[in-house]
């Protein structure tokens, strides 16, 4: 009996000690150091940084198969935590900025947009800086906007010969820097400042490059030219603001909208706002907009059996409102939309999204792991990336703009943040429509006045570009016709 009870006793004691352990370790040990998410193996201290600078889609590529959803890349004395798939990443999108912030890992934009806008502000007067956005965007705004798009899409376009060859992407930067120039910087740049306004631009454009990004104010040529560059664009704006000011002279263009803008206290706009708020929004448009209208004509060439269902849909509504192209036409073009959505789901210009972590939280992936990611990790997706899970897109690498179509619409199926090309949540695009419209109104007025050849072999992805956009050059055979309405 006495020795049955010795046994009980040991049993119990080890019994309590197991218990008492795990009760220890749930409330001492903080839950963050023991459910982190796996690590990217790599060479200690600058291991991560030389498998990020192979190109962080390629160490996505690598590690996503083996890591799975969630994963942290030690970045010198960082971490970076990757959530990857629309399972994981609703926290990333939808957060608190008090929880995930966008300052700190974009403030190297701050000497290109200048003080005291956007990621140089408080989260408060940002909040307001962005309805200024919204309400330069609404589609009151857009409708005018689109008539200017036209006006500058005809009129560049009708410089072209009859039949040519010329390198797309070229002329369709080319033509984005026009017509943003008129819906976005206005008419007095675009009709009497073009040439200054533009190579000013030009220089603050070169002034962002991959170093930038760490060390934003090495005082490095680019950087001397940049901050000269912002400096004489705020004195053009400043002299723009006053004449309209001095002459009471409104126009529809998103500086005006700055011009008018006020915040909650009722203080207006300065002009040095206006202008950082106006290079925020070329930056935010400009490039993105003119690599999207690239790959949407590259793969339209490639895939003639889309080309001929875009055609027919130009055809029908050329039928129904003859050569009439205005907002709520471009809004009827389903068919180009798809297309369109398609190339910028396989080649969205930002490859990648940051953010900086505050506070400790959780994420559980589709096969039920739970992470727990301290603060201060830098948390990241990648648009390059979560668009092509094969869980989500039926051959992902496939151009196959009928995925978007009723009775498939793959990127609804999966749920929200499964397209992520504009970002999504808290800090979803804001220039979507705009770009929509302002693509779309390129490429109707392409297909229904040429017709064209892809020359060049179909391009590649230029993942050196801080907007990752296309390597080279893409030449194109054009002819003009007039699209036969049958
Ligand atoms: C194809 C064209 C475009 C693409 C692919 C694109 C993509 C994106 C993405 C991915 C974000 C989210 C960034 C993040 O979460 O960190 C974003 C935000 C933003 N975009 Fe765009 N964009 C485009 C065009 C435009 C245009 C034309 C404008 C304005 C005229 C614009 C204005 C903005 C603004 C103001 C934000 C910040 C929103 C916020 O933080 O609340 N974008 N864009």
Same mark, same amino acid.
């Given at each position: 009996?006495?020795?049955?009870?010795?046994?009980?006793?040991?049993?119990?004691?080890?019994?309590?000690?197991?218990?008492?352990?795990?009760?220890?370790?749930?409330?001492?040990?903080?839950?963050?150091?023991?459910?982190?998410?796996?690590?990217?193996?790599?060479?200690?201290?600058?291991?991560?940084?030389?498998?990020?600078?192979?190109?962080?889609?390629?160490?996505?590529?690598?590690?996503?198969?083996?890591?799975?959803?969630?994963?942290?890349?030690?970045?010198?004395?960082?971490?970076?935590?990757?959530?990857?798939?629309?399972?994981?990443?609703?926290?990333?999108?939808?957060?608190?900025?008090?929880?995930?912030?966008?300052?700190?890992?974009?403030?190297?934009?701050?000497?290109?947009?200048?003080?005291?806008?956007?990621?140089?502000?408080?989260?408060?007067?940002?909040?307001?800086?962005?309805?200024?956005? #919204?309400?330069? /965007?609404?589609?009151?705004?857009?409708? &005018?906007?689109?008539?200017?798009? !036209? =006006?500058? @899409?005809?009129?560049?376009?009708?410089?072209?010969?009859?039949?040519?060859?010329?390198?797309?992407?070229?002329?369709?930067?080319?033509?984005?820097?026009?017509?943003?120039?008129?819906?976005?910087?206005?008419?007095?740049?675009?009709?009497?400042?073009?040439?200054?306004?533009?190579?000013?631009?030009?220089?603050?454009?070169?002034?962002?490059?991959?170093?930038?990004?760490?060390?934003?104010?090495?005082?490095?040529?680019?950087?001397?030219?940049?901050?000269?560059?912002?400096?004489?664009?705020?004195?053009?704006?400043?002299?723009?603001?006053?004449?309209?000011?001095?002459?009471?002279?409104?126009?529809?263009?998103?500086?005006?909208?700055?011009?008018?803008?006020?915040?909650?206290?009722?203080?207006?706009?300065?002009?040095?706002?206006? #202008?950082?708020? /106006?290079?925020?929004?070329?930056?935010? &448009?400009?490039?993105?907009?003119? !690599? =999207?209208? @690239?790959?949407?004509?590259?793969?339209?060439?490639?895939?003639?059996?889309?080309?001929?269902?875009?055609?027919?849909?130009?055809?029908?509504?050329?039928?129904?409102?003859?050569?009439?192209?205005?907002?709520?036409?471009?809004?009827?073009?389903?068919?180009?939309?798809?297309?369109?959505?398609?190339?910028?789901?396989?080649?969205?210009?930002?490859?990648?999204?940051?953010?900086?972590?505050?506070?400790?939280?959780?994420?559980?992936?589709?096969?039920?792991?739970?992470?727990?990611?301290?603060?201060?990790?830098?948390?990241?997706?990648?648009?390059?990336?979560?668009?092509?899970?094969?869980?989500?897109?039926?051959?992902?690498?496939?151009?196959?703009?009928?995925?978007?179509?009723?009775?498939?619409?793959?990127?609804?199926?999966?749920?929200?943040?499964?397209?992520?090309?504009?970002?999504?949540?808290?800090?979803?695009?804001?220039?979507?429509?705009?770009?929509?419209?302002?693509?779309?109104?390129?490429?109707?007025?392409?297909?229904?006045?040429?017709?064209?050849?892809?020359?060049?072999?179909?391009?590649?992805?230029?993942?050196?570009?801080?907007?990752?956009?296309?390597?080279?050059?893409?030449?194109?055979?054009?002819?003009?016709?007039?699209?036969?309405?049958?």
């Amino acid at each position: 009996m006495d020795v049955d009870n010795k046994f009980f006793n040991v049993a119990l004691l080890i019994v309590a000690t197991v218990v008492v352990a795990k009760l220890i370790s749930a409330l001492v040990i903080p839950r963050s150091r023991k459910r982190l998410p796996p690590t990217v193996k790599a060479f200690p201290v600058i291991g991560g940084l030389l498998r990020f600078l192979k190109g962080p889609v390629v160490m996505l590529r690598e590690e996503y198969p083996k890591l799975g959803s969630v994963f942290t890349l030690n970045l010198l004395n960082k971490n970076i935590t990757f959530f990857i798939g629309p399972e994981v990443s609703a926290h990333f999108f939808k957060a608190p900025e008090a929880d995930l912030s966008q300052q700190e890992v974009y403030q190297f934009n701050v000497p290109t947009f200048g003080p005291g806008v956007v990621f140089d502000v408080d989260y408060s007067v940002r909040q307001e800086q962005f309805r200024f956005f #919204t309400e330069s /965007l609404r589609v009151t705004k857009l409708k &005018g906007y689109v008539d200017q798009m !036209i =006006t500058e @899409t005809e009129d560049y376009f009708s410089k072209w010969g009859d039949s040519g060859e010329v390198d797309l992407k070229y002329e369709l930067e080319h033509l984005i820097i026009l017509t943003a120039s008129r819906c976005l910087l206005g008419q007095e740049v675009r009709d009497k400042l073009f040439a200054d306004v533009s190579a000013l631009f030009h220089d603050l454009d070169n002034g962002m490059l991959p170093i930038s990004v760490i060390f934003p104010y090495l005082p490095i040529p680019a950087h001397r030219r940049r901050d000269q560059a912002r400096k004489k664009l705020a004195h053009i704006f400043a002299n723009i603001i006053a004449s309209r000011r001095e002459t009471g002279k409104s126009e529809n263009d998103m500086l005006q909208c700055f011009m008018d803008s006020k915040y909650k206290d009722g203080r207006p706009t300065t002009e040095a706002e206006v #202008t950082g708020l /106006l290079i925020a929004a070329l930056f935010a &448009g400009q490039h993105t907009s003119s !690599i =999207t209208s @690239t790959w949407t004509g590259a793969y339209l060439f490639r895939h003639k059996e889309f080309l001929s269902a875009v055609l027919d849909e130009q055809k029908n509504l050329m039928k129904k409102h003859g050569n009439k192209v205005d907002h709520d036409i471009l809004s009827e073009m389903d068919v180009l939309y798809r297309c369109i959505k398609e190339a910028l789901r396989l080649h969205p210009p930002l490859i990648m999204l940051l953010r900086s972590s505050h506070c400790d939280f959780s994420v559980t992936t589709r096969d039920g792991k739970e992470y727990d990611i301290p603060k201060g990790h830098i948390v990241a997706t990648s648009p390059a990336f979560a668009n092509r899970l094969p869980h989500i897109y039926k051959d992902p690498d496939r151009y196959d703009p009928d995925r978007f179509a009723v009775g498939r619409e793959e990127d609804k199926v999966a749920g929200a943040f499964s397209y992520i090309s504009f970002g999504g949540g808290r800090h979803g695009c804001l220039g979507e429509p705009f770009a929509y419209l302002q693509i779309k109104a390129i490429w109707s007025h392409l297909l229904r006045n040429f017709e064209f050849e892809l020359i060049s072999p179909f391009p590649e992805i230029d993942w050196n570009a801080m907007v990752v956009g296309v390597k080279g050059k893409v030449m194109v055979r054009y002819k003009r016709r007039v699209l036969p309405v049958d």
